[in-house]
């Protein structure tokens, strides 16, 4: 495909628009071909975006997000797009991302036809096309994916205007205008983007050095690309001036900065050698996006891309040479200031121009060769890219999807228990124990939810840890245990003793366990036991009188008993106390439980607020255990204290009425007392 006359000269336009059709082909191929089985499922940050995505969609835009430890808009906007059109799935959100890779492809082949040739450039692309690198970035819905196209973009105006023929000042400024539209709009990418501008000042201070007469000439244009750059930037930098709590990321980032102004070299050294070596020695540390520790390239691919840059640095005067290597400068930057060391995510504004490196000393290469042997030079490239396209297929679609941390971290497991629902025909009433289900990190849930193609499904959902749920329905209830999902599956001892009596195991396999539940016996007895517990109105509600179970919450929830300690405490001493509910209306708005220690309703001792159950899953009739663990404070005096409990919406913090009498409600309970010891 690659292959010229033998000869050193370059390839002809047609033959390089027949190759460039390929290499997009094949791009394409990649980053689409299963796109929503690898990963195996939606990442935290692919859910992140998901919710942004569902504000966009909503018209509750923002310039910048501060979700996520704030989170630029670009990529959460485009994705509501493709939402728009194909509906939510795991693939809607990882469209653009794969869109933008195949773009970044076009866009390497673009600026490489400008900076080197026609074969560097294909040569670069085909590499760009089959490497693993560029392949894992995009291939999930992440703002990543981004950077590339848009530094590609940035550097092919900057090319074309540094290039163009006198007499055409007005095309000249286009294209500088251009690339500092495409400059400024890396800051609404990805953070790391938000270096790239400074490859104008780069630029100019070069040109000011080494060709003085292109900077006379180029100026002008020079002086438009910065202007328009901080046209674009600006809305960001005012919004974030006035909002500085909204970015949180880059104070977690900002460790080895800090250390430098505090005059302490060795954190930037120590990421800075770190990254420099991600090319040949060890790359990108997190499973996330890597297997973890694999450089960029092995060892035999590293030499030609190390040519490359060698054949930069000797050549650095030419201003194509220079730009060159002021991209790969500025794009590695962030990731050479910032944790991890080798960070394939901080340094992507790069990704583009590495393989532009990569091109050109294959080219060279090639060059070098053709005259002694006519084959040698189209041998060698086909062969190089053939490994690297083999290596690149074989790390991403095999070794990587199938470790556990990567099962994990892309929720592998309950994407699984969404696929063995979609071919199941009756499987009854059907409940999911699984972390992260609840109101403020809902994330197993909408990973579910995105993999799940049938909607005759109610999925009650409940984090064992601390809850349990018990379907009503007219037939048995079949359970699903996730092995590996987002964060670590754990079970209450006592809850699940309590569900393993009257539970029967079906199927299982690496993913998931699943038992079946007829009749759930046990729990009769249990709430028998639990509903004797006194129940009262607090001081301050017209006197402390009894209340009778089941007591009802706003009409949604019914406590139908709990289990208290029986025994006292010291201060420091953790509290369980177990309450068992019964919902009254399916209502999807979020509500949380908390329960206090308290001497008068008014001082807390201790505290727990939460609700192991997912509110929106729940129908008429369910009942669930939440078990409350509460720790006292140190400091709390010997004395008697009463368990507070009640309701509330999150969103709002407004607390559920209770039933309290004929024409009386309340806001919260008393149910028993503890005492506590003295130290």
Request: hydrophobic share 45%; proline share 7%.
């Given at each position: 495909?690659?292959?010229?006359?033998?000869?050193?000269?370059?390839?002809?336009?047609?033959?390089?628009?027949?190759?460039?059709?390929?290499?997009?082909?094949?791009?394409?191929?990649?980053?689409?071909?299963?796109?929503?089985?690898?990963?195996?499922?939606?990442?935290?940050?692919?859910?992140?975006?998901?919710?942004?995505?569902?504000?966009?969609?909503?018209?509750?835009?923002?310039?910048?997000?501060?979700?996520?430890?704030?989170?630029?808009?670009?990529?959460?906007?485009?994705?509501?797009?493709?939402?728009?059109?194909?509906?939510?799935?795991?693939?809607?959100?990882?469209?653009?991302?794969?869109?933008?890779?195949?773009?970044?492809?076009?866009?390497?082949?673009?600026?490489?036809?400008?900076?080197?040739?026609?074969?560097?450039?294909?040569?670069?692309?085909?590499?760009?096309?089959?490497?693993?690198?560029?392949?894992?970035?995009?291939?999930?819905?992440?703002?990543?994916?981004?950077?590339?196209?848009?530094?590609?973009?940035?550097?092919?105006?900057?090319?074309?205007?540094?290039?163009?023929?006198?007499?055409?000042?007005?095309?000249?400024?286009?294209?500088?205008?251009?690339?500092?539209?495409?400059?400024?709009?890396?800051?609404?990418?990805?953070?790391?983007?938000?270096?790239?501008?400074?490859?104008?000042?780069?630029?100019?201070?070069?040109?000011?050095?080494?060709?003085?007469?292109?900077?006379?000439?180029?100026?002008?244009?020079?002086?438009?690309?910065?202007?328009?750059?901080?046209?674009?930037?600006?809305?960001?930098?005012?919004?974030?001036?006035?909002?500085?709590?909204?970015?949180?990321?880059?104070?977690?980032?900002?460790?080895?900065?800090?250390?430098?102004?505090?005059?302490?070299?060795?954190?930037?050294?120590?990421?800075?050698?770190?990254?420099?070596?991600?090319?040949?020695?060890?790359?990108?540390?997190?499973?996330?996006?890597?297997?973890?520790?694999?450089?960029?390239?092995?060892?035999?691919?590293?030499?030609?891309?190390?040519?490359?840059?060698?054949?930069?640095?000797?050549?650095?005067?030419?201003?194509?040479?220079?730009?060159?290597?002021?991209?790969?400068?500025?794009?590695?930057?962030?990731?050479?200031?910032?944790?991890?060391?080798?960070?394939?995510?901080?340094?992507?504004?790069?990704?583009?121009?590495?393989?532009?490196?990569?091109?050109?000393?294959?080219?060279?290469?090639?060059?070098?060769?053709?005259?002694?042997?006519?084959?040698?030079?189209?041998?060698?490239?086909?062969?190089?890219?053939?490994?690297n396209l083999v290596l690149a297929c074989r790390a991403y679609f095999v070794i990587w999807p199938a470790v556990s941390d990567v099962r994990e971290l892309y929720q592998a497991s309950v994407t699984d228990v969404a696929?063995?629902?979609?071919?199941?025909?009756?499987?009854?009433?059907?409940?999911?124990?699984?972390?992260?289900?609840?109101?403020?990190?809902?994330?197993?849930?909408?990973?579910?939810?995105?993999?799940?193609?049938?909607?005759?499904?109610?999925?009650?959902?409940?984090?064992?840890?601390?809850?349990?749920?018990?379907?009503?329905?007219?037939?048995?209830?079949?359970?699903?245990?996730?092995?590996?999902?987002?964060?670590?599956?754990?079970?209450?001892?006592?809850?699940?003793?309590?569900?393993?009596?009257?539970?029967?195991?079906?199927?299982?396999?690496?993913?998931?366990?699943?038992?079946?539940?007829?009749?759930?016996?046990?729990?009769?007895?249990?709430?028998?036991?639990?509903?004797?517990?006194?129940?009262?109105?607090?001081?301050?509600?017209?006197?402390?009188?009894?209340?009778?179970?089941?007591?009802?919450?706003?009409?949604?929830?019914?406590?139908?008993?709990?289990?208290?300690?029986?025994?006292?405490?010291?201060?420091?001493?953790?509290?369980?106390?177990?309450?068992?509910?019964?919902?009254?209306?399916?209502?999807?708005?979020?509500?949380?439980?908390?329960?206090?220690?308290?001497?008068?309703?008014?001082?807390?001792?201790?505290?727990?607020?939460?609700?192991?159950?997912?509110?929106?899953?729940?129908?008429?009739?369910?009942?669930?255990?939440?078990?409350?663990?509460?720790?006292?404070?140190?400091?709390?005096?010997?004395?008697?204290?009463?368990?507070?409990?009640?309701?509330?919406?999150?969103?709002?913090?407004?607390?559920?009425?209770?039933?309290?009498?004929?024409?009386?409600?309340?806001?919260?309970?008393?149910?028993?007392?503890?005492?506590v010891e003295a130290p």
């Amino acid at each position: 495909m690659l292959a010229s006359r033998g000869n050193a000269r370059d390839v002809s336009i047609r033959q390089s628009r027949i190759a460039l059709a390929g290499v997009l082909l094949a791009a394409t191929a990649l980053r689409f071909i299963a796109l929503g089985q690898v990963p195996p499922g939606p990442s935290y940050d692919e859910l992140q975006n998901a919710r942004l995505t569902e504000r966009v969609l909503a018209n509750q835009w923002s310039i910048y997000f501060p979700d996520n430890f704030g989170q630029e808009s670009l990529y959460p906007a485009l994705t509501s797009v493709v939402v728009r059109v194909l509906g939510w799935s795991v693939v809607s959100l990882r469209v653009s991302g794969a869109l933008a890779g195949v773009l970044a492809v076009a866009m390497v082949y673009l600026v490489g036809s400008e900076l080197i040739n026609r074969r560097g450039a294909l040569l670069a692309s085909a590499f760009y096309a089959v490497s693993f690198w560029p392949l894992i970035g995009t291939r999930v819905g992440l703002e990543t994916s981004l950077l590339p196209p848009l530094s590609g973009l940035s550097v092919l105006f900057l090319a074309r205007g540094l290039k163009e023929e006198q007499g055409r000042s007005g095309r000249v400024v286009l294209y500088f205008a251009l690339a500092g539209l495409f400059l400024g709009g890396h800051v609404y990418a990805y953070t790391p983007g938000r270096a790239m501008p400074l490859l104008l000042l780069g630029l100019g201070i070069y040109l000011l050095i080494v060709n003085r007469g292109l900077f006379r000439r180029r100026w002008l244009g020079l002086l438009v690309a910065c202007v328009v750059t901080a046209l674009v930037t600006a809305p960001l930098v005012l919004f974030l001036r006035a909002h500085p709590a909204a970015e949180v990321r880059l104070d977690q980032l900002a460790g080895p900065l800090n250390a430098l102004r505090q005059g302490n070299l060795g954190p930037v050294l120590d990421i800075a050698v770190g990254t420099l070596g991600m090319f040949t020695f060890r790359g990108e540390p997190q499973w996330l996006y890597n297997i973890a520790g694999r450089p960029v390239f092995d060892p035999v691919t590293s030499l030609f891309f190390y040519a490359g840059v060698l054949w930069s640095v000797a050549r650095w005067q030419g201003w194509r040479y220079g730009l060159i290597l002021l991209w790969l400068l500025i794009g590695l930057a962030p990731g050479m200031v910032s944790p991890p060391a080798a960070s394939f995510t901080h340094t992507l504004a790069a990704q583009p121009v590495v393989y532009l490196l990569l091109g050109l000393g294959v080219h060279e290469i090639w060059r070098w060769l053709s005259p002694r042997y006519t084959w040698s030079g189209s041998a060698m490239a086909s062969t190089l890219l053939t490994v690297n396209l083999v290596l690149a297929c074989r790390a991403y679609f095999v070794i990587w999807p199938a470790v556990s941390d990567v099962r994990e971290l892309y929720q592998a497991s309950v994407t699984d228990v969404a696929r063995e629902l979609d071919a199941t025909e009756s499987p009854g009433e059907v409940a999911i124990g699984a972390p992260y289900t609840g109101y403020w990190h809902p994330w197993n849930a909408m990973g579910f939810e995105l993999a799940l193609r049938r909607r005759d499904l109610e999925v009650r959902w409940f984090d064992a840890a601390s809850g349990w749920v018990w379907p009503l329905g007219p037939g048995p209830s079949t359970f699903f245990f996730p092995t590996d999902p987002l964060g670590p599956q754990k079970s209450d001892a006592i809850l699940k003793k309590l569900f393993m009596v009257d539970a029967t195991p079906l199927l299982s396999s690496d993913s998931f366990q699943a038992f079946r539940v007829v009749d759930p016996s046990a729990l009769e007895e249990v709430l028998d036991a639990a509903s004797s517990i006194t129940v009262a109105r607090p001081p301050g509600e017209g006197g402390i009188h009894n209340l009778s179970l089941p007591l009802g919450f706003d009409g949604r929830f019914e406590l139908l008993g709990a289990e208290l300690p029986d025994r006292s405490f010291k201060a420091g001493e953790e509290i369980r106390v177990t309450t068992y509910w019964r919902v009254t209306r399916a209502d999807s708005t979020p509500v949380v439980g908390f329960v206090h220690v308290t001497s008068d309703g008014q001082d807390i001792w201790g505290q727990h607020d939460g609700l192991a159950v997912r509110p929106s899953s729940l129908q008429v009739g369910d009942r669930f255990a939440q078990v409350h663990r509460i720790p006292i404070k140190p400091e709390t005096p010997a004395a008697t204290y009463h368990l507070q409990l009640g309701l509330y919406r999150p969103d709002t913090l407004t607390r559920l009425p209770i039933r309290a009498g004929e024409d009386r409600t309340v806001d919260r309970v008393w149910m028993g007392s503890i005492e506590v010891e003295a130290p």
